[in-house]
């Protein structure tokens, strides 16, 4: 079978290749006789097409359709485990305010020998942020048990408040202040009294007003006007009213750069009996420009000011440039300043004041200091000044000749003096701190007296208080007075002059919580027991002690 399919494809292979020969030899007589014709062409070919049916097509936007689609959507629940469970997330609380709930109100009551009452009321509305209230009574006296008639006591009341405004805050006060002292420097062998003839009352009602912008605006502008009245009278029917009017404002120029001025205007009138009544005013113009950098400040001043019918152009400089950051700081200054002599102002500081002279002048103080301050750590303190001062129209205190056992007054043309003044101090947070305070004068020229009556050129201080767990605090203060001159007559009418006896004065204090809402208390005084003067013919109190209990609620 193979062998006959050998023989069929060799024979179909040698008869196409006989037929391919053939066909190439006929092409090629064909070929020899055509290149022999001749053809005629009658006409040139002109094609044509046939006219084609045009389509008119109008074309058409389709209908809006306005069925809302249905979709639905299927999203497979797709659940993952880990081994790992994430905590919850939980917003976190608000801090709580740091400040602790204040005790706003207190009474202290206490007694101690010299038939010492005590006590002390203290009412307050807290912290609130529109309208803050306070009331303050204070009554203490004590009797002498060594010397007649050297009792004294002392009434203060004093209610204020203060509103808060988005712009301004306004605060006013009203107090009434009651001293009562007896004259008893006097001789009480050779002389007698009733108390009713040598007591002397000094009563005191103050009003205040006074109006501050809170927020700093765009124009840096600051204002604080206050006003106060004062009636202040004895028991000698010496009377003084006072009205002091203070405008202070305040604008910053440029960044470092401010100018401020103050407008005080200090006016009184005095009337003793159904004499004349006499006035003494004081006015006065503070302006000035202050710069304020990081380690200098400068303030430049002057002050017109207006008083018993005389004019003043008074220096207001003061500097502090900063030698060391903080820790050593240079500062210098050239200030002036009127002190007023009222009535009120000279029973304050000498209560056994006799005869007022109301025609006296006011003092005029020059100061030119200079000194270092600074701080040392973050428990040190310091500040020292030494600086030369002078008193023009400076009141001194004498005994009367008439009645030795009050005083006049004595006017000091001009006094000199050379002025040294220190202060250190530590403090370590609430729970233990001393301070310690100097002042030196160096009287060395008076124009119009022969010595300086009763300026006490020597005064230092120091105080010292320790907590013990917070609970129990002891405290001491330590003051150190250098002897005055004083003057007196002697039997033949001719005067001459001594000097009081320095001295030293302790006092000591403790105190005890008993939980939140009780204190006890213990304040002892003059523990060397000394009866020194500070005014001649007046020995103060020896050692007294008084103590009880505070009520805080």
Same mark, same amino acid.
């Given at each position: 079978?193979?062998?006959?399919?050998?023989?069929?494809?060799?024979?179909?292979?040698?008869?196409?290749?006989?037929?391919?020969?053939?066909?190439?030899?006929?092409?090629?007589?064909?070929?020899?006789?055509?290149?022999?014709?001749?053809?005629?062409?009658?006409? *040139?070919?002109?094609p044509?097409? $046939?006219?084609?049916?045009?389509?008119n097509?109008?074309?058409?936007?389709?209908?809006?359709?306005?069925?809302?689609? $249905?979709?639905?959507? /299927?999203?497979?629940?797709?659940?993952l485990?880990?081994?790992?469970?994430?905590?919850?997330?939980?917003?976190?609380?608000?801090g709580?305010?740091?400040?602790?709930?204040?005790?706003?109100?207190?009474?202290?009551?206490?007694?101690?020998?010299?038939?010492?009452?005590?006590?002390?009321?203290?009412?307050?509305?807290?912290?609130?942020?529109?309208?803050?209230?306070?009331?303050?009574?204070?009554?203490?006296?004590?009797?002498g048990?060594?010397?007649?008639?050297?009792?004294?006591?002392?009434?203060?009341?004093?209610?204020?408040g203060?509103?808060?405004?988005?712009?301004?805050?306004?605060?006013?006060?009203?107090?009434?202040?009651?001293n009562?002292?007896?004259?008893?420097?006097?001789?009480?062998?050779?002389?007698s009294?009733?108390?009713?003839?040598?007591? /002397?009352?000094?009563?005191?009602?103050?009003?205040?007003?006074?109006?501050?912008?809170?927020?700093?605006?765009?124009?840096?502008?600051?204002?604080?006007?206050?006003?106060?009245?004062?009636?202040?009278?004895?028991?000698?029917?010496?009377?003084?009213?006072t009205?002091?009017l203070?405008?202070?404002?305040?604008?910053?120029?440029?960044?470092?750069?401010?100018?401020?001025?103050?407008?005080?205007?200090?006016?009184?009138?005095?009337?003793?009996?159904?004499?004349k009544?006499?006035?003494?005013?004081?006015?006065?113009?503070?302006?000035?420009?202050?710069?304020?950098?990081?380690?200098?400040?400068?303030?430049?001043?002057?002050?017109?000011?207006?008083?018993?019918?005389?004019?003043?152009?008074?220096?207001?400089?003061?500097?502090?440039?900063?030698?060391? $950051?903080?820790?050593?700081?240079?500062?210098?200054?050239?200030?002036?300043?009127?002190?007023?002599?009222?009535?009120?102002?000279?029973?304050?500081?000498?209560?056994?004041?006799? *005869?007022?002279?109301?025609?006296?002048?006011?003092?005029?103080?020059?100061?030119?200091?200079?000194?270092?301050?600074?701080?040392?750590?973050?428990?040190?303190?310091?500040? *020292?000044?030494?600086?030369?001062?002078?008193?023009?129209?400076?009141?001194?205190?004498?005994?009367?000749?008439?009645?030795?056992?009050?005083?006049?007054?004595?006017?000091?043309?001009?006094?000199?003096?050379?002025?040294?003044?220190?202060?250190?101090?530590?403090?370590?947070?609430?729970?233990?701190?001393?301070?310690?305070?100097?002042?030196?004068?160096?009287?060395?020229?008076?124009?119009?007296?022969?010595?300086?009556?009763?300026?006490?050129?020597?005064?230092?201080?120091?105080?010292?208080?320790?907590?013990?767990?917070?609970?129990?605090?002891l405290?001491?203060?330590?003051?150190?007075?250098?002897?005055?001159?004083?003057q007196?007559?002697?039997?033949?009418?001719?005067?001459?002059?001594?000097?009081?006896?320095?001295?030293?004065?302790?006092?000591?204090?403790?105190?005890?919580?008993?939980?939140?809402?009780?204190?006890?208390?213990?304040?002892?005084?003059?523990?060397?027991?000394?009866?020194?003067?500070?005014?001649?013919?007046?020995? *103060?109190?020896?050692?007294?002690?008084?103590?009880?209990?505070?009520?805080?609620?």
């Amino acid at each position: 079978m193979k062998c006959s399919i050998k023989y069929i494809s060799r024979l179909l292979t040698i008869t196409g290749i006989s037929a391919i020969a053939l066909h190439q030899q006929a092409m090629a007589q064909k070929d020899t006789l055509l290149k022999e014709e001749t053809i005629d062409i009658i006409s *040139t070919y002109q094609p044509k097409l $046939r006219d084609a049916a045009k389509l008119n097509l109008t074309a058409s936007l389709p209908g809006i359709d306005t069925a809302r689609p $249905r979709l639905s959507y /299927q999203v497979p629940a797709l659940n993952l485990y880990f081994m790992y469970q994430p905590v919850p997330l939980k917003p976190l609380a608000l801090g709580k305010d740091s400040l602790n709930p204040i005790q706003n109100n207190f009474v202290k009551l206490g007694y101690g020998n010299l038939s010492t009452p005590f006590v002390q009321v203290g009412l307050g509305s807290g912290r609130n942020e529109k309208f803050n209230y306070g009331i303050f009574a204070n009554y203490i006296s004590s009797k002498g048990s060594d010397i007649k008639n050297q009792d004294y006591s002392n009434l203060n009341v004093l209610a204020s408040g203060t509103y808060l405004s988005p712009l301004l805050e306004v605060n006013g006060s009203i107090g009434y202040d009651r001293n009562q002292v007896h004259y008893y420097g006097y001789d009480h062998v050779l002389e007698s009294f009733d108390k009713s003839d040598i007591k /002397q009352v000094f009563n005191q009602v103050t009003a205040q007003v006074g109006v501050k912008n809170r927020p700093h605006n765009d124009w840096a502008f600051q204002f604080q006007p206050q006003a106060k009245f004062i009636i202040f009278g004895d028991n000698y029917k010496r009377m003084e009213n006072t009205f002091i009017l203070k405008v202070p404002v305040r604008k910053q120029l440029i960044e470092d750069i401010y100018i401020k001025a103050e407008g005080v205007f200090d006016l009184s009138t005095f009337k003793e009996d159904n004499n004349k009544q006499v006035n003494n005013n004081v006015a006065a113009i503070h302006p000035a420009v202050e710069i304020t950098k990081p380690g200098f400040m400068l303030h430049a001043g002057v002050n017109p000011t207006w008083t018993n019918s005389k004019f003043y152009l008074l220096p207001d400089i003061v500097n502090e440039s900063h030698l060391v $950051r903080k820790k050593l700081i240079l500062s210098s200054g050239w200030i002036s300043y009127i002190e007023k002599n009222s009535f009120r102002n000279l029973a304050n500081k000498n209560p056994f004041i006799g *005869t007022y002279d109301a025609s006296m002048m006011n003092t005029r103080v020059e100061e030119k200091y200079t000194g270092i301050k600074g701080t040392l750590g973050s428990h040190f303190n310091y500040n *020292t000044k030494f600086a030369a001062v002078r008193w023009f129209n400076l009141p001194l205190f004498v005994n009367d000749t008439l009645d030795a056992k009050k005083f006049i007054t004595r006017n000091e043309e001009e006094l000199r003096a050379f002025q040294l003044h220190a202060e250190i101090g530590y403090i370590e947070e609430e729970k233990f701190q001393v301070k310690f305070t100097m002042d030196w004068f160096n009287y060395n020229k008076q124009f119009t007296e022969i010595k300086p009556w009763h300026l006490a050129p020597f005064q230092g201080d120091i105080f010292a208080q320790y907590t013990f767990g917070k609970k129990f605090r002891l405290s001491a203060d330590l003051f150190a007075l250098s002897g005055s001159y004083y003057q007196y007559q002697l039997p033949d009418k001719s005067f001459d002059f001594a000097k009081n006896k320095g001295a030293w004065d302790l006092n000591a204090g403790a105190s005890y919580d008993i939980g939140k809402n009780f204190n006890l208390w213990l304040n002892a005084n003059n523990l060397f027991n000394t009866n020194y003067q500070r005014w001649h013919l007046y020995p *103060t109190y020896g050692f007294n002690i008084v103590g009880g209990i505070m009520i805080k609620f």
